[in-house]
């Protein structure tokens, strides 16, 4: 259960540090706009546009995989087979992140299959 927690703390943080690439990429485009930060993400491009979409992705991301993890707690499921695809959800997701911010489109696109898969699988265990 700790390894189910623990895989849980960090996909809850993967969209919070995905931002730190956004922000630099609106700090390039004129300083970062606190005021409306929407609309100067919507102007961002390359880089910017991709990790904004990384950042995006890691929070529905993060509802699947919630939901399943929490799943499985509640219905005292927890097995080596669910710790194991929680691992495997965060690597993908740590390495989804990556692809995303260096454009490697079929490298994360893959990952993304795995991530879901895992989630799924993690779910799987509490029935």
Wanted: proline share 2%.
């Amino acid at each position: 259960m700790t390894t189910l927690l623990a895989c849980l703390l960090l996909a809850m943080l993967l969209p919070y540090l995905a931002k730190a690439p956004v922000a630099l990429a609106m700090a390039k485009l004129g300083g970062y706009d606190n005021h409306h930060p929407r609309s100067q993400q919507a102007r961002l491009e390359g880089f910017g546009a991709r990790a904004l979409a990384a950042h995006q992705n890691a929070f529905e991301s993060l509802l699947i995989f919630g939901l399943a993890v929490l799943a499985v707690l509640a219905t005292d499921s927890a097995n080596g087979i669910a710790e194991g695809a929680a691992v495997v959800h965060i690597v993908a997701r740590l390495g989804y992140q990556f692809a995303y911010l260096y454009d490697k489109d079929k490298l994360r696109s893959s990952l993304w299959f795995v991530g879901i898969i895992a989630s799924f699988t993690i779910l799987a265990q509490a029935f």
